[in-house]
Nanobody, 115 residues
Framework: QVQLVESGGGLVQAGGSLRLSCAAS????????MSWYRQAPGKLRELVAR???????NYADSMKGRFTISRDNAKNTVYLQMNSLKPEDTAVYYC?????????WGQGTQVTVSS
């Protein structure tokens, strides 16, 4: 079983930055892919970015150049650096991890960008 705990969300003005963290804990052999998703009110959950255990990354088109995903395998932690935030980035951000071929989700952290 894996527990994912996100942190770092909050309220920021447009143009500002936030750094989200997601730490994995529990009993597992290895964590493979780690990802960030987000869900705005009334919208479907969407992929923000993902990173493999080897460090390969993918981003949703609207986040390219503004968001950076990274991970510290020794700490079982994934990060999301978000710059140049826009009001439309307001959402609950969720961490997802695949560990031992099973998928786990965090509880989410709220990001609110004011105009």
């Amino acid at each position: 079983q894996v527990q994912l705990v996100e942190s770092g969300g909050g309220l920021v003005q447009a143009g500002g930055s936030l750094r989200l963290s997601c730490a994995a804990s529990g009993s597992f052999f290895s964590i493979n892919g780690m990802s960030w998703y987000r869900q705005a009110p009334g919208k479907l959950r969407e992929l923000v970015a993902r990173i493999t255990s080897g460090g390969s990354t993918n981003y949703a088109d609207s986040m390219k150049g503004r968001f950076t995903i990274s991970r510290d395998n020794a700490k079982n932690t994934v990060y999301l650096q978000m710059n140049s935030l826009k009001p439309e980035d307001t959402a609950v951000y969720y961490c997802r991890a695949v560990a031992d071929s099973r998928m786990y989700w965090g509880q989410g952290t709220q990001v609110t960008v004011s105009s």
